[in-house]
C-alpha cells in the first residue's frame, strides 16, 4: 500500500453509507366486493452516513422512513385505469437525504 494510504484503510467514501436496506409488499384484495382495492406498506433504512473521511467519528445518524398507498385498478374498454394515494414518511422522520 503507498504510503499515506494507511490512514484511508477501513473508510467507507465521504457520504456514503455501508447499510441500505428497503422492504416493499402490496396486498391486492380478491374478493367480489373488493376486487381492484389493493394496500401497500414499506420501509427504507439508510444507515449511518460518513461525513468527512478525515474524521471516522463524524458520521449522519441512520434513520428509517415508513411510507405506505392504497388504490383501485379497474379497466373500462379495454383500457387500464389506476387511482393511488402515496404517504411518504408517515413517521414525520427527519433526515437529510443525499
Given at each position: 500500500?503507498?504510503?499515506?494510504?494507511?490512514?484511508?484503510?477501513?473508510?467507507?467514501?465521504?457520504?456514503s453509507?455501508?447499510?441500505?436496506?428497503?422492504?416493499?409488499?402490496?396486498?391486492?384484495?380478491?374478493?367480489?366486493?373488493?376486487?381492484?382495492?389493493?394496500?401497500?406498506?414499506?420501509?427504507?433504512y439508510?444507515?449511518?452516513?460518513?461525513?468527512?473521511?478525515r474524521?471516522?467519528?463524524?458520521?449522519?445518524?441512520?434513520?428509517?422512513?415508513?411510507?405506505a398507498?392504497?388504490?383501485?385498478?379497474?379497466k373500462?374498454?379495454?383500457?387500464?385505469?389506476?387511482?393511488?394515494?402515496?404517504?411518504?414518511?408517515?413517521?414525520d422522520?427527519?433526515y437529510?437525504?443525499?
Open positions: 500500500m503507498p504510503v499515506g494510504m494507511a490512514y484511508y484503510r477501513g473508510a467507507h467514501p465521504w457520504q453509507v455501508k447499510t441500505l436496506g428497503n422492504l416493499w409488499t402490496r396486498y391486492a384484495f380478491k374478493s367480489a366486493g373488493l376486487k381492484g382495492l389493493w394496500l401497500g406498506a414499506g420501509f427504507n439508510v444507515g449511518p452516513k460518513a461525513l468527512d473521511t474524521n471516522v467519528e463524524l458520521f449522519a445518524p441512520a434513520y428509517t422512513l415508513w411510507n398507498s392504497f388504490g383501485y385498478d379497474w373500462w374498454q379495454k383500457t387500464k385505469f389506476k387511482a393511488q394515494l402515496s404517504l411518504q414518511n408517515i413517521t422522520t427527519d437529510q437525504p443525499t
